[in-house]
């Protein structure tokens, strides 16, 4: 089945810490989209790459860092510089783009600051 | 500056009874609207995509309907199962996605 998977489901960071968090599509699509979900929020862009070794930061992109060095995948590093990094993220990707058609999402990945 | 709002934040309902989730919107160019569910710790999954006014489309007990400056969600005859937030996001001449907060559904038994 193609779909986009994101691991881990959980994580727990102490401050100071960076983490990174896994995204990964078999669905061949071109461009790649990580966002942040903060309660009573809309999604809110971090980072997206259209092609491999180039990506563009979105709205909220201090303090977390990507790379894209194969189509399928395009981790995302949160950084000690993050100071509120506590929320859902996720992952997603289309077809074409970026910002040029629908975007399909993974299951998230739930960070949590100790 | 582009922008989505839906309303309400929140909406509970009998099972059966049938209503209507509002996404008000405001961007240059619209390119599409796109709805999603969302259920509880999981990712939003794709329903929908709209892109000029006038446009339907259906899905089992769900029809997405369009017009210039928002977009409705029909919800006929809900079963418990329908109980999710419901996104709605638009893509405009400034090729960036805007997403709403959300309408969360309840649909009691």
């Known amino acids: 089945d193609g779909g986009i998977t994101q691991s881990p489901k959980y994580l727990f960071r102490k401050e100071g810490q960076n983490v990174t968090l896994s995204c990964e599509q078999n669905?061949?699509?071109?461009?790649m989209y990580w966002y942040r979900q903060d309660p009573g929020q809309g999604l809110r862009l971090i980072y997206y790459?259209?092609?491999?070794?180039?990506?563009q930061k979105g709205d909220i992109a201090e303090g977390y860092s990507v790379s894209r060095e194969k189509k399928e995948s395009f981790p995302l590093t949160v950084t000690s510089a993050q100071k509120n990094p506590t929320a859902f993220y996720l992952c997603?990707?289309?077809?074409?783009?970026?910002?040029?058609?629908?975007?399909?999402f993974g299951p998230g990945t739930r960070l949590t600051v100790l | 500056e582009d922008q989505v709002t839906q309303s309400p934040e929140a909406l509970r309902l009998q099972e059966g009874e049938s209503s209507s989730l509002n996404c008000s919107y405001t961007?240059?160019?619209?390119?599409?609207l796109f709805w999603y569910r969302q259920d509880p710790g999981k990712g939003p999954e794709f329903l929908f995509t709209?892109?000029?006014a006038g446009e339907e489309k259906e899905k089992e007990r769900l029809k997405a309907t369009l017009t210039k400056k928002e977009s409705f969600l029909h919800i006929t005859a809900p079963k418990p199962e329908d109980s999710a937030t419901y996104l709605c996001?638009?893509?405009?001449?400034?090729?960036?996605?805007?997403f709403g907060a959300g309408t969360r559904l309840f649909v009691k038994a």
């Open positions: 997603a990707s289309s077809i074409n783009g970026p910002h040029t058609d629908t975007q399909y």
């Open positions: 669905l061949n699509h071109d461009a």
């Open positions: 790459s259209q092609i491999v070794n180039d990506f």
């Open positions: 961007v240059s160019g619209l390119r599409g």
């Open positions: 709209l892109y000029s």
């Open positions: 996001a638009v893509l405009g001449g400034g090729f960036k996605t805007i």
